[in-house]
């Protein structure tokens, strides 16, 4: 989804080029989510309630990049094939997040061991308000216009309902994230100190490990932010003004907006336990006299977990 409605009033060239931006940031983030899907599907340890909702963000994140690539503007089926199908895989991707923050509050801040049952309503919570926005969003919307993108008919209306339906949902997510792991953050941080004030000799080694994975947690509401800080600009701008485009705005909108697969396979999805199965992974095919071209395997392999509180602070404590 990303930067649609900019394209009308800009050159053919620009809108060219707003394309393949669109396209390329895109594939990025298929390729980044598809790895981490690749990984939950091959490696049982993976198998844990935490990583099954980084599981399901990136295959929300997967959808999104690949419908963003496959829409075919010239089609009016595959307009709205893609319409649909990016706005409702783009609000659950984010949508997802917020089930992380929710169970990393819930497991840390309340001390709570029963997040798996809310395996169920968290599917119901994304899906569903996945849906209702999708759905909402189309009333009075004319899904399927010719142009450079598949996107609503350029009407006030359709900014208007275009905004509530996404950008409400979004910058909730973003602002409730930023709280949850704001808490979180500080409730860690507490139980180090005292950790360290109770112990004559603290481990430098381990809260070097705890600060990383403490500074790791900001990473995640900045995601969203920085993904769709753009991309929001650029929609309350062309709802102000719909006879001025900028180019470079609408450049920097699709360009971010679409690596944010890319970015929450990165950091939800690269954790240690990942990298660890994929290290003894190639030790396992790759012959052991080609193994010394691959100092990284071992590398990953024997470093100790960084903390598996950065993503799976659930499986740690199961």
């Known amino acids: 989804m990303k930067a649609p409605s ?25 390729a980044g989510s598809a790895f981490i899907v690749l990984c939950y599907l091959l490696f049982k340890e993976l198998h844990k309630f935490s990583f099954k909702l980084v ?70 919570y994304v899906w569903g308000t996945s849906l209702a926005t999708t759905v909402i969003r189309s009333i009075g919307s004319d899904y399927g216009r010719p142009g450079a993108w598949c996107w609503t008919e350029p009407a006030q209306s359709g900014k208007a309902s275009h905004l509530i339906t996404f950008y409400v949902p979004l910058w909730s997510a973003i602002l409730y994230n930023g709280f949850t792991y704001f808490q979180v953050n500080r409730t860690l941080s507490n139980a180090t100190r005292m950790a360290v004030a109770l112990s004559e000799q603290p481990n430098q080694s381990d809260m070097r490990a705890e600060k990383k994975a403490f500074n790791r947690w900001g990473y995640y509401p900045l995601i969203l932010i920085g993904s769709w800080s753009f991309a929001t600009i650029n929609r309350l701008y062309d709802f102000i003004s719909p006879d001025h485009k900028i180019f470079w705005l609408s450049f920097l909108d699709v360009g971010f907006a679409g690596l944010m697969g890319l970015f929450n396979s990165i950091a939800y999805g690269l954790n240690s336990s990942v990298r660890r199965a994929v290290a003894e992974r190639i030790e396992l095919w790759i012959p052991e006299k080609y193994r010394r071209w691959l100092p990284v395997s071992s590398k990953l392999k024997s470093r100790q977990p960084e903390s598996e509180l950065t993503s799976l602070i659930v499986a740690s404590q199961q």
Do not use: M
């Not at 900019?6 to 298929?30: E, K, M, N, Q």
């Open 6 to 30: 900019t394209a009308v009033g800009l050159s053919a060239a620009d809108r060219h080029v707003l394309t393949a931006v669109s396209a390329g940031a895109a594939a990025l983030s298929l």
């Open 55 to 124: 599981f399901f963000l990136a295959l929300s994140d997967v959808f999104c990049s690949f419908f963003t690539i496959v829409g075919d503007p010239s089609n009016r089926f595959f307009c709205y094939a893609q319409d649909y199908s990016v706005h409702f895989f783009c609000v659950a991707s984010f949508l997802w997040t917020t089930t992380i923050a929710f169970t990393l509050h819930r497991t840390v801040v309340k001390h709570k061991t029963d997040v798996e049952d809310y395996g169920s309503v968290f599917h119901l």
